[in-house]
């Protein structure tokens, strides 16, 4: 898949970085299409009873933070965004491109879930997200969409600061380049 692997003629391949403008831009694409899903959500008239299957993803990843087991936790969070998807109706049938487009998101995602007080807060946004679309709220699931993802971007510069070989901020090559190229 694209952008997961960088081959450098006689080097050999590499796992590429994590893109930090790529992942912005997944982002923003989750944003704009949660807010659509989490709607179709609403106006398919998704029964209480149909988001048993979000809880039980919950369930699964509160039973590994007990553990102290935070391997799953990124699988764990994709799983729960696919079932969004699959609640939507026909949204799932975007998942799949969302999902190759959102490779650095998911790659962050594991790397951000190592740490246990993200991977908490993560669980409490998924937890109210369920929660506030369990109560047919959906003004205020797509707030807590959206302060999630929100919450993932503010864990970018940390990350970076953290593991700087784990990625490359195309954000500065851009402006480098605009500097270089001005007289």
């Not at 898949?1 to 003629?9: E, Y």
């Not at 912005?24 to 959500?41: D, H, P």
């Not at 969409?145 to 954000?171: C, V």
Request: with cysteine; net charge negative.
């Amino acid at each position: 898949r694209k952008s997961l692997v960088d081959i450098i003629p006689q080097k050999g391949a590499f796992v590429s970085k994590i893109d930090t403008r790529r992942l912005e831009q997944t982002l923003w694409i989750y944003n704009q299409l949660g807010t659509a899903m989490i709607k179709n959500i609403f106006i398919r008239n998704v029964k209480g009873s149909q988001f048993d299957v979000l809880y039980l993803v919950l369930k699964e990843m509160e039973d590994h933070l007990s553990q102290g087991d935070l391997s799953q936790s990124a699988r764990l969070i994709m799983d729960y965004y696919k079932l969004l998807y699959e609640l939507g109706g026909k949204m799932d049938y975007i998942w799949e491109s969302v999902q190759i487009a959102g490779m650095d998101l998911q790659r962050f995602l594991y790397l951000s879930a190592k740490d246990i007080t993200a991977t908490k807060e993560f669980l409490s946004d998924l937890t109210d997200l369920s929660d506030a679309m369990a109560g047919r709220d959906t003004d205020r699931a797509c707030s807590i969409y959206h302060h999630h993802l929100s919450k993932i971007f503010l864990l970018l510069p940390a990350m970076m600061e953290e593991n700087p070989h784990y990625f490359t901020d195309q954000r500065s090559k851009d402006s480098d380049e605009l500097s270089d190229s001005t007289p």
